[in-house]
């Protein structure tokens, strides 16, 4: 049982560190092409993507160790050998999948670290670390498949991590917009301002994307059945996953339409601070709807949608 934890919270800390890492190099590029200002603010994000490859490659570590042990049915981490290790991470498709996790978050640390940071190099970032984002499907459901509709289920599974990702590090970068000093940086209310106002587009995209993939995966999991979401405990989870999803929801189109306009109007008459602070609590909250968001995700990877029926 404490192996379950321990892997519930490795998925935690990975999802997070991951949707971190590719959320906010996606948030970089869509800034940078919405206003120019973005450009001066840009170097401002290299201390925290920095510190979500470090997280990603510890927590990746630990969990192969995880895995490892599971799998070779070890009583404890002390009967571990290389050899079993190493049977794990190439004899299996998720231990492939971490091994091409673990090479795109080393690259993403050297786009981190090598030479002087430029915004352009939020594209390759992005690029890379969707790669290692995609990684996780291959040890989440779409395991229990085989040929077309296995690789049906990690398309869609890739296409729901992806969406969340660009969701979570939009969220993140724009906390990180609210929480600038506006004396010291005098940019980062106007970045903000066009940036949460400009988000509606790309947002539509992604929530579009979620909605289309979770619905995919649940048919592909449990069937054309409801009786899982109420005799289930991975059916119970999931309602409550959608019940934070939706309230998600519900403060970003207060965001869209009712803070973000405020903030801008506030900004031409020279008084930004006060609705910027407003919009900062509103951001918060909603992130950390979408940090329990994840915890049910992580929490839910590691259920039967069958084996757990809610007492």
């Given at each position: 049982?404490?192996?379950?934890?321990?892997?519930?919270?490795?998925?935690?800390?990975?999802?997070?560190g991951?949707?971190t890492?590719f959320?906010?190099?996606?948030?970089?590029?869509?800034?940078?092409?919405?206003?120019a200002?973005?450009?001066?603010?840009?170097?401002?994000?290299?201390?925290?993507?920095?510190?979500?490859?470090g997280?990603?490659?510890?927590?990746?570590?630990?969990s192969?160790?995880?895995s490892?042990?599971?799998?070779?049915?070890?009583?404890s981490y002390?009967?571990?050998?290389?050899?079993?290790i190493?049977?794990?991470i190439?004899?299996?498709d998720?231990g492939i999948?971490w091994?091409?996790r673990?090479?795109?978050?080393?690259?993403c640390?050297?786009?981190?670290?090598?030479?002087?940071?430029q915004?352009?190099?939020?594209?390759?970032l992005?690029?890379?670390?969707?790669?290692?984002?995609?990684t996780?499907?291959?040890s989440?459901?779409?395991?229990?498949?085989e040929?077309?509709v296995?690789a049906?289920?990690?398309?869609?599974d890739?296409t729901?991590?992806?969406?969340a990702g660009a969701?979570?590090?939009?969220?993140f970068s724009?906390?990180?917009l609210?929480t600038?000093n506006p004396?010291s940086?005098?940019n980062?209310?106007?970045?903000?301002?066009?940036?949460?106002?400009?988000?509606?587009?790309?947002?539509?995209?992604?929530?579009?994307?979620l909605?289309?993939?979770?619905l995919?995966?649940?048919?592909?999991?449990?069937?054309?059945?409801?009786n899982?979401?109420?005799?289930?405990q991975?059916?119970?989870?999931?309602?409550?996953k959608l019940?934070?999803?939706?309230?998600m929801?519900?403060?970003?189109?207060?965001?869209?339409?009712?803070?973000?306009?405020?903030?801008?109007?506030?900004?031409?008459?020279?008084?930004?601070?006060?609705?910027?602070?407003l919009?900062?609590?509103?951001?918060i909250?909603?992130?950390?709807?979408?940090?329990?968001?994840?915890?049910?995700?992580?929490w839910l990877?590691?259920?039967?949608?069958?084996?757990h029926r809610?007492?």
């Amino acid at each position: 049982m404490a192996d379950d934890w321990l892997n519930i919270a490795l998925r935690f800390g990975l999802y997070i560190g991951t949707a971190t890492l590719f959320g906010v190099a996606v948030f970089g590029i869509f800034a940078h092409s919405l206003t120019a200002q973005f450009a001066a603010l840009g170097t401002r994000f290299k201390t925290g993507l920095l510190m979500a490859v470090g997280l990603n490659i510890v927590l990746s570590l630990m969990s192969m160790l995880v895995s490892a042990k599971a799998m070779s049915g070890s009583e404890s981490y002390d009967e571990l050998t290389a050899h079993i290790i190493g049977m794990v991470i190439t004899g299996t498709d998720m231990g492939i999948a971490w091994l091409v996790r673990m090479a795109g978050l080393l690259i993403c640390a050297l786009i981190i670290l090598v030479g002087k940071w430029q915004n352009k190099r939020f594209v390759p970032l992005a690029i890379i670390s969707a790669v290692s984002f995609a990684t996780f499907a291959w040890s989440g459901h779409a395991a229990m498949h085989e040929g077309i509709v296995k690789a049906g289920h990690l398309m869609s599974d890739i296409t729901h991590l992806l969406a969340a990702g660009a969701w979570v590090g939009a969220l993140f970068s724009l906390v990180t917009l609210a929480t600038f000093n506006p004396h010291s940086t005098p940019n980062a209310l106007e970045v903000l301002s066009k940036t949460s106002s400009g988000f509606a587009k790309l947002g539509t995209v992604i929530v579009g994307a979620l909605v289309v993939t979770g619905l995919a995966n649940y048919l592909l999991i449990a069937g054309p059945s409801l009786n899982v979401l109420t005799s289930t405990q991975y059916g119970l989870l999931l309602v409550i996953k959608l019940g934070l999803f939706m309230g998600m929801l519900a403060i970003a189109a207060a965001n869209r339409y009712l803070l973000s306009p405020k903030v801008e109007i506030a900004i031409r008459l020279d008084n930004g601070v006060e609705a910027c602070r407003l919009l900062r609590v509103s951001l918060i909250t909603e992130t950390s709807l979408a940090l329990l968001v994840v915890a049910c995700v992580a929490w839910l990877g590691v259920l039967s949608p069958v084996a757990h029926r809610a007492s």
